[in-house]
């Protein structure tokens, strides 16, 4: 799946306007605050429903207007495709696929799979465990898109059993009652770890290698951390029933792949609480990277990759390395950047270069500097 154009409508800072992307990388370049990561998370938004910006997609229509739009064309080896997302503050959001409305665009097989960096992003690594587990599971999805049934088998039998500990805990009902649901959480529970154990063991060499490609030292390396010990189903319903009276005391369920973890860690230690601000850059880049290769050897597409402004910093060998990277394996990728001195090679062939001025998208205007 190749994302051909894609063309939006009142958002944010743009009334209208469409780009074409290229089959390899694309460069969106221009000053600041012109609309270059607007353009990126229109683009986010029209292949997922969702902003990678904000929860709030009211931000995402242009002031003083009601409604904004964004279509995006696809191309695969099927023929093409056409998703729109449109969305009108009050209104639930519409989603369609070649002209066929649906609830969620991020279930549609015949979507294009992206993958995002921003600066915002480095949450990923220095944030909460939450942030991780949501992110894996993601990855999960698009690696096995009929896995996601685990992840919600899963969470509904948590919710259940977090409805039965609130009414043990109001005196309502008998751990009795809790057997049947437990038994079903720790199926749920168990394919889970097994998928997220699958996913991380696959990514670690590539992780690695994409660290050492990009100038990250000492060893870095991902690894699931589950929370939970069991091996199987009984083994989990053990270790539940020991800490049942703990859990009836807080209300909740407080053990269980729903505080589970993945420690991106380099010498050993996790760059979550040890590494720099650049480190942990590297490795959050390096983390999407792999990821991607992984999906693209093993899915029929590689995800499109949305990298902001990620040029400015790093260094001159590093961002030869990401182009390098960004190449292999065939993907699409789009970077932002105010500088087109910042991105190697950004004059070969089968680059495409759109400037954003004056909320308009300009296809490749730039000529090649005399005797660079
Ligand atoms: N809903 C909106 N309506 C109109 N303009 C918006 C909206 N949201 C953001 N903007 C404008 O978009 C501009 C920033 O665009 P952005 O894409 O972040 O710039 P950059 O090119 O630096 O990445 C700001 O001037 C901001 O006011
Ligand atoms: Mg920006």
């Known amino acids: 799946m190749r994302v051909v154009s894609v063309s939006v409508r009142n958002f944010r800072s743009y009334e209208a306007a469409a780009a074409p992307l290229g089959g390899g990388l ?4 221009g000053p600041n605050g012109v609309g270059k990561t607007n353009l990126l998370e229109a683009i986010y938004f029209g292949c997922t429903g969702r902003s990678c910006r904000t929860g709030n997609d009211r931000e995402l229509v242009r002031f003083g207007e009601q409604t904004t739009r964004v279509e995006v064309a696809a191309q695969d080896d099927l023929g093409p495709h056409r998703l729109t997302v449109g969305f009108t503050p009050g209104d639930p959001k519409r989603m369609t696929v070649d002209g066929a409305q649906v ?4 279930d549609v097989p015949q979507r294009p799979l992206v993958s995002v960096f921003l600066p915002d992003r480095l949450e990923l690594i220095k944030g909460v465990p939450a942030l991780r587990r949501a ?3 993601q ?3 698009a690696l096995w898109p009929a896995r996601a049934a685990t992840r919600r088998a899963y969470a509904q039998a948590l919710a259940q059993r977090n409805a039965l500990i ?5 005196g309502t009902t008998t751990p009795a009652a809790l057997d049947a649901w437990d038994r079903q959480l720790a199926a749920a529970a168990l394919a889970l770890m097994a998928d997220r154990r699958e996913a991380v063991e696959i990514t670690r060499d590539s992780f690695s290698d994409v660290c050492r490609r990009l100038g990250l030292d000492g060893a870095p390396e991902i690894t699931y951390r589950p929370r939970s010990r069991a091996t199987t189903p009984d083994h989990l319903i053990d270790e539940l029933r020991d800490r049942l009276p703990a859990d009836v005391e807080r209300g909740f369920t407080d053990h269980g792949p729903h505080r589970d973890d993945i420690a991106i860690t380099r010498e050993g230690r996790p760059l979550r609480t040890y590494g720099s601000q650049g480190q942990q850059r590297l490795a959050l880049l390096a983390l999407l990277l792999a990821e991607r290769r992984v999906i693209g050897t093993r899915r029929p597409a590689v995800p499109l990759m949305l990298l902001d402004d990620v040029m400015s910093e790093l260094d001159r ?3 030869a390395a990401l182009v390098e990277l960004l190449a292999e394996g065939g993907g699409q990728a789009l970077i932002t950047t105010t500088d087109l001195d910042h991105i190697p090679g950004v004059f070969a062939a089968g680059v495409a270069r759109i400037a954003v001025a004056d909320g308009q998208l300009v296809e490749d205007v730039t ?4 005797g660079s």
């Open 26 to 29: 694309t460069v969106l370049w």
């Open 103 to 106: 609830e969620r665009l991020l």
């Open 135 to 137: 992110h894996l599971d």
């Open 139 to 141: 990855f999960v999805t």
């Open 166 to 170: 609130a009414r043990l805990r109001a």
């Open 317 to 319: 060998e590093r961002r």
């Open 367 to 370: 000529p090649e500097p005399v």
